[in-house]
């Protein structure tokens, strides 16, 4: 089922099921901005009457909703739903999407994201970037750069990564230093050597493993 306005906002698709306790309250949210002009078309489906389109979007539980490019699971109020049709038009909007993700424990999706898209890799150093990242969201990056060894996307950021081995924050410093290991280029070598020098220990520890 599908309804729309002539707004400007995003589309979204919500996905449920009939003995789904949570999907007539995400229902009801999305249908209230669906009115008040944050998304700008509502499309529905039972995925008890159409399975294929679950396992075409690898949907495993619903409520499943999509807004623009952001895939949301589980019970989400209405407030959460129009925050996130606002941060769709928005340079901020994926990473606080793979905050959200990263927090949850899913890297699925932001490697997904990044590997079908490697431009958003830039959202996810945003985070990386910033002390008050929360160590989910922290183990979360570590993760995905590990999948992302030894790949043209990891080469593609040697430089910005190189950056952040000037950091004021030595934890900044230390991961840095060891995603320029995993991107196993030489180009790595002149950001990582002068953490042989650094004056944390950790960090020096690090760029000492990463040059072995």
């Not at 949850?104 to 898209?117: A, F, Q, V």
Request: with cysteine.
């Amino acid at each position: 089922m599908s309804h729309e306005n002539t707004s400007t906002a995003p589309q979204a698709l919500m996905l449920m099921g009939t003995q789904c306790p949570y999907c007539p309250g995400v229902l009801k949210a999305l249908q209230a901005l669906l009115k008040s002009g944050h998304i700008s078309q509502l499309e529905t489906h039972n995925i008890e009457e159409n399975p294929e389109i679950a396992r075409e979007l690898g949907v495993r539980s619903v409520p499943w909703v999509r807004i623009g490019n952001f895939e949301l699971e589980g019970l989400r109020s209405e407030k959460e739903l129009r925050e996130w049709a606002i941060k769709a038009g928005t340079d901020s909007g994926i990473s606080d999407w793979f905050n959200d993700l990263l927090s949850s424990g899913n890297i699925s999706k932001p490697l997904e994201r990044i590997k079908s898209d490697p431009a958003t890799i830039d959202a996810l150093l945003t985070l990386f970037a910033d002390p008050e990242t929360q160590l989910n969201t922290q183990i979360g990056i570590s993760a995905i750069m590990e999948e992302l060894k030894d790949t043209d996307i990891l080469t593609a950021i040697i430089g910005k990564l190189g950056e952040f081995t000037r950091h004021n924050d030595a934890r900044i410093r230390g991961d840095a230093c060891y995603y320029l290991s995993l991107s196993g280029s030489t180009q790595a070598a002149e950001f990582i050597k002068p953490l042989l020098q650094d004056s944390d220990a950790s960090v020096r520890d690090i760029a000492r493993e990463s040059f072995e």
